[in-house]
């Protein structure tokens, strides 16, 4: 019998963070199938089916294939020489007029490592200016702040075996099931196993079936929560005085102010009896080993970087930090999240989260790359919007992001793209952004490139390429590099690989970092010159000034919006299983058909007090804009509250996103969003609707 395929490559899955190894099938340059890799880390044989199904996307008709340049309204086709002549030519000439800065980039936390060190090289190099970010911003810029403020990296201490070694676990606005199906299932499989599972959200998320214990707060009071638990365990003799005492400062502060949130006082704030409170600190602080997971439902708040570090404060409180099954767990959202930051795609930071005014770290990347670096700190994602509107930035290269379309308070970034004299967007498809493009350059899949991935365990993995891009597609790397020499700066990468040798050489954390050793098991960082990785953290000493972890004294502050006479209801955002962010990949796959559009969420206490039925179309109202959407009526919502996802741009849901964000980091508030929800009337079909802003 003739082979089923012509080539079957292991690679890494380039959905969501937890980086799932798998065996891509191909036949005739197309992806017949994909199954799990047996000895995937992380994965351990298994996928969901977005990783497994959801890869006819890259043979989608409606790929982009060649070059494309705006002219009038329309675009053309075009060749890579016309298309990167353009670009030159108006980037040149808006350096040239305004300087570097009046340009900007964005990285794309889907594209590989490799993608986004040569992104921010060409931004720094060939542009002359720190104005790059990516979409960590938009989701775990709050963890990286805390957690470096706190332990010193910005990274998970552990893996996620620490979820089968541990006794409990707390599971912190994660709905893992559905937005990180395959670490769910682990999560439900130690909970059937007997580990204590508390869940904390305000949807009954899947996994409060499998919990022992459900909290549901307030959208918005997770720092009261968690002040709640710490309370608890320095009043029941929880606290491991001598791990405070030998291996961290400040404890002294916050003993002082977690004495003023009694799970009584937390009761009134968050919704969440006192008793439940205190059960959850027990269960927590008895176990041997326990572990805390949080997602978006903890870092998209006005003060999502603040409840970050309080969480931390309770790993250190309890000395469940360095050891197997006491892990500290950020389940991030894209594949390359936590990649594309450690890589420099930031505004303020080279690799490693190394300060582009630290004279030293400066001066090596010069002399590797010989060119002079601006020392001044760039803007992030929403300041070149802000700027943009403001007539000071005039261009930006968007690289495999649907900022129209993900991105908070989507009038204004509308109004941002829209005033740019000119921009770049390099994608797979086309998109909402697109729409505004100059020129779009036609990218690659993951399952098209060579690289590596950083998955939520810091864990580096390898990608390779199961097909080749479609039509005159050319891989990012291909297309960033030669860009870069067109702009005058030739990084003098042949490959990939080149790219990881030269991050190796310039990073103490990735000094031992090979394709070699990474091999089929991956290798987390930090990593020794000589290959020995870390997978547990902090068993020692924290990587801070002293070798000490620092506690932070935050007390409670109300969210950014709040429901009212107007908007009583407070909106909460977030993912479903079959899709992913905005739907760009598995909209073009057979998932649609195992769901086929966004819905509203709603209590059918709520339902019936508006006079919506189950099925019906209403109409979402925000401060700052409207939409409308089918209405489904659960209980799984909390009175009070309705839920949505952002799957489709047919339903612009960050149409009702504000431009309220996170103090530290500028993560927007996408949790606590008031609006009024009554029945659309009978002329008005569901779609979105522009802004009232």
Same mark, same amino acid.
């Given at each position: !019998?003739?082979?089923?395929?012509?080539?079957?490559?292991?690679?890494?899955?380039?959905?969501? $963070? #937890?980086?799932?190894?798998?065996?891509?099938?191909?036949?005739?340059? %197309?992806?017949?199938?994909?199954?799990?890799?047996?000895?995937?880390?992380?994965?351990?044989?298994?996928?969901?089916?977005?990783?497994?199904?959801?890869?006819?996307?890259?043979?989608?008709?409606? %790929?982009?294939?060649?070059?494309?340049? %705006?002219?009038?309204?329309?675009?053309?086709?075009?060749?890579?020489?016309?298309?990167?002549?353009?670009?030159?030519?108006?980037?040149?000439?808006?350096?040239?007029?305004?300087?570097?800065?009046?340009?900007?980039?964005?990285?794309?936390?889907?594209?590989?490592?490799? &993608?986004?060190?040569? !992104?921010?090289?060409?931004?720094?190099?060939?542009?002359?200016?720190?104005?790059?970010?990516?979409?960590?911003?938009?989701?775990?810029?709050?963890?990286?702040?805390?957690?470096?403020?706190?332990?010193?990296?910005?990274?998970?201490?552990?893996?996620?075996?620490?979820?089968?070694?541990?006794?409990?676990?707390?599971?912190?606005?994660?709905?893992?099931?559905?937005?990180?199906?395959?670490?769910?299932?682990?999560?439900?499989?130690?909970?059937?196993?007997?580990?204590?599972?508390?869940?904390?959200?305000? %949807? /009954?998320?899947?996994?409060?079936?499998?919990?022992?214990?459900?909290?549901?707060?307030?959208?918005?009071?997770?720092?009261?929560?968690?002040?709640?638990?710490?309370?608890?365990?320095?009043?029941?003799?929880?606290?491991?005085?001598?791990?405070?005492?030998?291996?961290?400062?400040?404890?002294?502060?916050?003993?002082?102010?977690?004495?003023?949130?009694?799970?009584?006082?937390?009761?009134?704030?968050?919704?969440?009896?006192?008793?439940?409170?205190?059960?959850?600190?027990?269960?927590?602080?008895?176990?041997?080993?326990?572990?805390?997971?949080?997602?978006? $439902?903890?870092?998209?708040?006005?003060?999502?970087?603040?409840?970050?570090?309080?969480?931390?404060?309770?790993?250190?409180?309890?000395?469940?930090?360095?050891?197997?099954?006491?892990?500290?767990?950020?389940?991030?959202?894209?594949?390359?999240?936590?990649?594309?930051?450690?890589?420099?795609?930031?505004? &303020?930071?080279?690799?490693?989260?190394?300060?582009?005014?630290?004279?030293?770290?400066?001066?090596?990347?010069?002399?590797?790359?010989?060119?002079?670096?601006?020392?001044?700190?760039?803007?992030?994602?929403?300041? !070149?919007?802000?700027?943009?509107?403001?007539?000071?930035?005039?261009?930006?290269?968007?690289?495999?992001?649907?900022?129209?379309?993900?991105? *908070?308070?989507?009038?204004?970034?509308?109004?941002?793209?829209?005033?740019?004299?000119?921009?770049?967007?390099?994608?797979?498809?086309?998109?909402?952004?697109?729409?505004?493009?100059?020129?779009?350059?036609?990218?690659?899949?993951?399952?098209?490139?060579?690289?590596?991935?950083?998955?939520?365990?810091?864990?580096?993995?390898?990608?390779?390429?199961?097909?080749?891009?479609?039509?005159?597609?050319?891989?990012?790397?291909?297309?960033?590099?030669?860009?870069?020499?067109?702009?005058?700066?030739?990084?003098?990468?042949?490959?990939?690989?080149?790219?990881?040798?030269?991050?190796?050489?310039?990073?103490?954390?990735?000094?031992?970092?090979?394709?070699? /050793?990474?091999?089929?098991?991956?290798?987390?960082?930090?990593?020794?010159?000589?290959?020995?990785?870390?997978?547990?953290?902090?068993?020692?000493?924290? &990587?801070?000034?002293?070798?000490?972890?620092?506690?932070?004294?935050?007390?409670?502050?109300?969210?950014?919006?709040?429901?009212?006479?107007?908007?009583?209801?407070?909106?909460?955002?977030?993912?479903?299983?079959?899709?992913?962010?905005?739907?760009?990949?598995?909209?073009?796959?057979?998932?649609?058909?195992?769901?086929?559009?966004?819905?509203?969420?709603?209590?059918?206490?709520?339902?019936?007090?508006?006079?919506?039925?189950?099925?019906?179309?209403?109409?979402?109202?925000?401060?700052?804009?409207?939409?409308?959407?089918?209405?489904?009526?659960?209980?799984?919502?909390?009175?009070?509250?309705?839920?949505?996802?952002?799957?489709? *741009?047919?339903?612009?849901?960050?149409?009702? #996103?504000?431009?309220?964000?996170? #103090?530290?980091?500028?993560?927007?508030?996408?949790?606590?969003?008031?609006?009024?929800?009554?029945?659309?009337?009978?002329?008005?079909?569901?779609?979105?609707?522009?802004?009232?802003?």
């Amino acid at each position: !019998m003739p082979d089923r395929f012509d080539a079957t490559t292991t690679t890494t899955c380039g959905y969501c $963070g #937890v980086g799932c190894r798998l065996e891509a099938h191909a036949r005739d340059g %197309r992806i017949v199938s994909i199954s799990p890799a047996l000895d995937g880390p992380a994965n351990h044989g298994h996928t969901c089916l977005k990783g497994r199904f959801a890869h006819q996307f890259t043979r989608s008709r409606d %790929r982009l294939t060649s070059p494309l340049i %705006r002219e009038g309204d329309r675009f053309r086709s075009a060749t890579w020489q016309e298309a990167f002549d353009r670009i030159t030519s108006e980037l040149g000439r808006i350096k040239d007029a305004h300087g570097p800065d009046a340009i900007a980039g964005l990285a794309s936390s889907r594209a590989t490592n490799e &993608d986004c060190y040569a !992104m921010q090289r060409l931004m720094r190099a060939a542009i002359g200016t720190n104005n790059i970010d990516n979409c960590s911003r938009v989701c775990h810029s709050p963890t990286s702040y805390a957690m470096r403020r706190s332990f010193g990296l910005s990274g998970a201490t552990g893996t996620f075996d620490d979820i089968d070694a541990a006794g409990a676990a707390l599971l912190i606005g994660a709905n893992a099931t559905e937005g990180h199906p395959v670490a769910g299932a682990r999560i439900k499989q130690a909970a059937l196993r007997g580990m204590k599972l508390v869940t904390i959200d305000p %949807r /009954r998320i899947e996994l409060a079936d499998h919990a022992v214990l459900h909290l549901s707060p307030r959208p918005g009071t997770n720092a009261a929560v968690v002040l709640a638990l710490a309370h608890v365990v320095l009043r029941d003799g929880f606290v491991d005085h001598d791990f405070i005492a030998r291996r961290t400062e400040g404890f002294e502060a916050v003993e002082q102010l977690v004495g003023l949130y009694a799970p009584d006082v937390v009761e009134e704030i968050s919704g969440v009896p006192a008793g439940d409170l205190e059960a959850a600190a027990h269960i927590y602080a008895e176990a041997a080993e326990a572990s805390i997971l949080w997602g978006l $439902g903890v870092t998209e708040h006005l003060y999502g970087s603040e409840v970050v570090q309080l969480i931390c404060n309770l790993a250190m409180m309890t000395g469940k930090v360095g050891r197997l099954g006491s892990a500290l767990l950020p389940l991030r959202g894209q594949n390359n999240v936590q990649g594309s930051s450690d890589m420099g795609a930031l505004p &303020d930071t080279l690799t490693a989260y190394r300060r582009v005014d630290d004279e030293d770290t400066a001066e090596a990347f010069e002399a590797r790359w010989g060119v002079g670096l601006s020392r001044s700190v760039g803007l992030t994602i929403p300041e !070149m919007f802000d700027a943009a509107v403001a007539g000071e930035l005039k261009a930006m290269y968007i690289f495999g992001e649907d900022v129209a379309q993900t991105d *908070p308070d989507t009038a204004h970034v509308v109004h941002a793209l829209e005033s740019l004299e000119f921009l770049v967007c390099q994608d797979i498809f086309e998109t909402e952004t697109t729409k505004y493009a100059d020129v779009i350059l036609p990218a690659s899949s993951f399952l098209e490139k060579t690289g590596t991935f950083t998955n939520a365990e810091r864990r580096i993995q390898l990608v390779r390429p199961a097909i080749d891009p479609p039509g005159d597609a050319r891989t990012d790397f291909d297309i960033i590099t030669a860009l870069s020499r067109a702009l005058g700066h030739d990084m003098g990468f042949e490959s990939p690989e080149d790219a990881m040798r030269e991050i190796a050489a310039l990073t103490p954390h990735f000094a031992g970092v090979t394709y070699e /050793r990474i091999g089929r098991k991956g290798l987390l960082w930090p990593v020794a010159p000589d290959g020995t990785d870390a997978p547990i953290l902090y068993g020692e000493r924290f &990587d801070l000034p002293g070798e000490r972890g620092q506690f932070a004294a935050l007390p409670y502050k109300e969210p950014g919006d709040a429901a009212d006479a107007e908007f009583p209801l407070i909106l909460v955002t977030g993912r479903r299983l079959q899709h992913y962010n905005a739907g760009t990949m598995t909209r073009r796959t057979a998932n649609l058909e195992l769901l086929d559009r966004d819905w509203l969420e709603i209590h059918p206490g709520d339902a019936e007090r508006l006079g919506v039925a189950d099925g019906e179309s209403v109409e979402v109202r925000s401060r700052v804009g409207q939409i409308e959407i089918e209405a489904r009526l659960t209980e799984r919502i909390e009175p009070g509250h309705v839920f949505t996802a952002f799957h489709f *741009p047919d339903v612009r849901t960050n149409l009702l #996103v504000g431009s309220s964000s996170d #103090v530290n980091t500028s993560c927007p508030e996408y949790k606590v969003i008031a609006v009024a929800v009554r029945p659309a009337s009978d002329r008005a079909p569901a779609r979105a609707l522009a802004a009232t802003a």
